[in-house]
T-cell receptor, first 114, second 115 residues
Framework: AQSVSQHNHHVILSEAASLELGCNYSYGGTVNLFWYVQYPGQHLQLLLKYFSGDPLVKGIKGFEAEFIKSKFSFNLRKPSVQWSDTAEYFCAVNARQAGTALIFGKGTTLSVSS | DGGITQSPKYLFRKEGQNVTLSCEQNLNHDAMYWYRQDPGQGLRLIYYSQIVNDFQKGDIAEGYSVSREKKESFPLTVTSAQKNPTAFYLC??????????????FGPGTRLTVL
């Protein structure tokens, strides 16, 4: 069965610090990978996704993620965080075949102090 | 505006009562999903449907039921058999594109509190 592991439950950073959130998945086949973000009081929204091609993908608001197939990882990065990045971040994966739902990690809460 | 609507935003029910959460989408998406979000647990899949009149159980389907009579609607009933129903419920939908199912789009959620 597929599973997703997010390494950090709660990350606290000061503004302008660099961010890296870890995500590992377990599945032997081809996968689609996603990072979603949930800002306080808002919908869950897509930050970025990887289906194929360049393993370094760029998303909204300066976020990027790198797919490392050999490590089954899809870590999220941002070089300089802002207070407005305070949110909960979810990594998700699904098998690249029709009809499979997303499997989510447990989420990482990011708190950025100004 | 295209999107997913869930109603109501907040819902209170007495223990032992069934309650139905609404989810409607006007994105013309084939697939729809229900997740439950609890603090520190992430999102857990309850049910999903890829096509009208068909649906599959997710990881935590016990105590829940769904129907998919129309493409745009996927209501979730939380029955009295669900042991711990107080939670935040999220509905999502996704289009079916070549190569498999695409990203999911989420509604604003319904917070259910059972008293």
């Amino acid at each position: 069965a597929q599973s997703v592991s997010q390494h950090n439950h709660h990350v606290i950073l000061s503004e302008a610090a660099s961010l890296e959130l870890g995500c590992n998945y377990s599945y032997g086949g081809t996968v689609n990978l996603f990072w979603y973000v949930q800002y306080p009081g808002q919908h869950l929204q897509l930050l970025l996704k990887y289906f194929s091609g360049d393993p370094l993908v760029k998303g909204i608001k300066g976020f990027e993620a790198e797919f490392i197939k050999s490590k089954f990882s899809f870590n999220l990065r941002k070089p300089s965080v802002q207070w407005s990045d305070t949110a909960e971040y979810f990594c998700a994966v699904n098998a690249r075949q029709a009809g499979t739902a997303l499997i989510f990690g447990k989420g990482t809460t990011l708190s950025v102090s100004s | 505006d295209g999107g997913i609507t869930q109603s109501p935003k907040y819902l209170f029910r007495k223990e032992g009562q069934n309650v139905t959460l609404s989810c409607e989408q006007n994105l013309n998406h084939d697939a729809m999903y229900w997740y439950r979000q609890d603090p520190g647990q992430g999102l857990r899949l309850i049910y999903y449907s890829q096509i009208v009149n068909d649906f599959q159980k997710g990881d935590i389907a016990e105590g829940y039921s769904v129907s998919r009579e129309k493409k745009e609607s996927f209501p979730l009933t939380v029955t009295s058999a669900q042991k711990n129903p107080t939670a935040f419920y999220l509905c999502a939908s996704s289009p079916r594109l070549a190569g498999g199912w695409n990203e999911q789009f989420f509604g604003p959620g319904t917070r259910l509190t059972v008293l």
